[in-house]
């Protein structure tokens, strides 16, 4: 029996995965594995039985990854499933913030009470809200992954003129970029020509406060920014002076708080990015089956902090060992092995930085599954052992 313990509201089509009699979804016990979407799990102590914990989403800024990979415990997250979804937040709240539309409609509604002179008085008042059109203007992105490579697709499509910014973009995702899409050799490239910034960087070290006076202190009066990744991403109190200043004409940010909210020219959503029945099943389906495979067979698929390893069951019994990227690991453990009569059927390791992981299948059933995972686990460099 597994145990997974589910924070926030999962998609049935996820908890569907993982509806058998070998599964206790839900609030449980001794967790072999998590399952959430924003929830803090910083804040919370995370039982020693966890072996692995999956954000049905991407960012992973609410998980202590550095902490659980000294652990030995796998992070999984599902890149792309939701990246559809917030390109079509993002797209509707660049034209929406061009023409005003968000002010405008709050205007409308405010005109409840005065009877048959509605049509008279919106007539009048529409003037307050002309806006531009986004064909011809120039949109820098800042992090070309899943979501900023749809968005520089399709507001190419619309005829802005689309630069974007990613010193780290993947093979795959520059060529799926339509040719029309410049590249910026660095953030000043963005910050000094363009009419719209739209962010899709993960929140790191790095990328923490990346929008702050400094950068403000380069851009056009007039500037739209689009914030659909994290609110610590921008320094706001630099925002606020920034809007003052006319600088930045609008901040939409799917990242509310108090202060935003008290803020002149903000369009705060509340982070409906990823909200869509389609992203959230995604998403669910995909970080429940990475968790069933990893319980079930020690494959990895998707994970943050470890490599993909995948091998398929040959032995009678599968030895799943996270361990440190150092030398003799493998001939430390293959050596054990040898010295307990057991004959090695298959075998694969792979590394990820200072991490790595091996599988491997042994011929035959071994009679003590714990006086192994023991023996194993005294190896100096060893995290974490499972058998299967
Ligand atoms: N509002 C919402 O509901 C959602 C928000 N997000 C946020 O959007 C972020 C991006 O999501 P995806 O595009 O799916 O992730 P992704 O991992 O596919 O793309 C992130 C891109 O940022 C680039 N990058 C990293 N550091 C950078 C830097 N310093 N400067 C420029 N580029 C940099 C990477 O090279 C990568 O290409 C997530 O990390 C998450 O924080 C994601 C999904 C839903
Ligand atoms: O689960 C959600 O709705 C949030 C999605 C998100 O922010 C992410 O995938 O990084």
């Not at 509707?92 to 405008?104: D, E, G, H, K, V």
């Not at 491997?360 to 995290?383: S, Y």
Request: aromatic fraction near 6%; charge should be negative.
């Amino acid at each position: 029996m597994y145990n997974i313990q589910v924070y926030n509201s999962i998609a049935d089509k996820g908890l569907a995965v993982l509806n058998d009699d070998a599964y206790q979804v839900g609030d449980v016990n001794d967790a072999d594995a998590i399952l959430l979407r924003s929830y803090k799990l910083e804040e919370e102590s995370i039982p020693s039985s966890v072996k692995a914990v999956a954000r049905s989403g991407v960012g992973v800024n609410n998980i202590p990854v550095d902490d659980l990979t000294e652990r030995g415990v796998v992070v999984f997250n599902t890149p792309g499933a939701n990246a559809n979804a917030v390109k079509e937040l993002v797209l509707m709240s660049l034209i929406a913030s061009s023409r005003n539309l968000f002010s405008a409609v709050n205007w409308t509604n405010g005109l409840q009470g005065n009877g048959s002179e509605v049509p008279k008085k919106v007539e009048a008042g529409k003037k307050g809200f002309v806006g531009t059109e986004v064909r011809g203007k120039r949109l820098g992105i800042i992090g070309v992954g899943a979501i900023g490579a749809l968005v520089a697709n399709d507001a190419s499509s619309l005829g802005m003129d689309v630069i974007a910014y990613d010193p780290f973009i993947s093979v795959n995702t520059a060529w799926q970029l339509n040719g029309d899409v410049q590249r910026a050799n660095d953030l000043e490239d963005i910050f000094q020509t363009c009419d719209y910034i739209t962010m899709h960087v993960p929140l790191t070290d790095k990328t923490k406060q990346m929008l702050n006076a400094d950068a403000f202190s380069k851009m056009k009066p007039g500037m739209k920014i689009l914030n659909f990744s994290r609110g610590e991403l921008v320094e706001e109190n630099e925002l606020k002076e920034a809007i003052e200043n006319n600088i930045v004409d609008s901040y939409v940010t799917d990242f509310p708080n108090e202060e935003l909210l008290q803020m002149e020219n903000v369009t705060a959503i509340p982070h409906l990015g990823a909200s869509t029945y389609e992203s959230e099943e995604n998403c669910a389906a995909m970080a429940a089956s990475q968790i069933k495979q990893f319980l079930e067979t020690g494959n990895i698929h998707n994970s943050v902090n470890f490599p993909d390893v995948h091998m398929p069951f040959k032995g009678r019994k599968r030895l799943a060992v996270v361990h440190q990227n150092i030398p003799n690991m493998v001939g430390q453990i293959a050596s054990l092995l040898a010295t307990q009569s057991i004959n090695i059927a298959d075998m694969v390791n792979r590394s990820k930085d200072e991490w790595a992981y091996t599988l491997i299948d042994l011929d035959q059933d071994v009679l003590n599954n714990e006086d192994l995972i023991d023996l194993v686990k005294n190896i100096e460099g060893v995290l974490h052992v499972r058998v299967i």
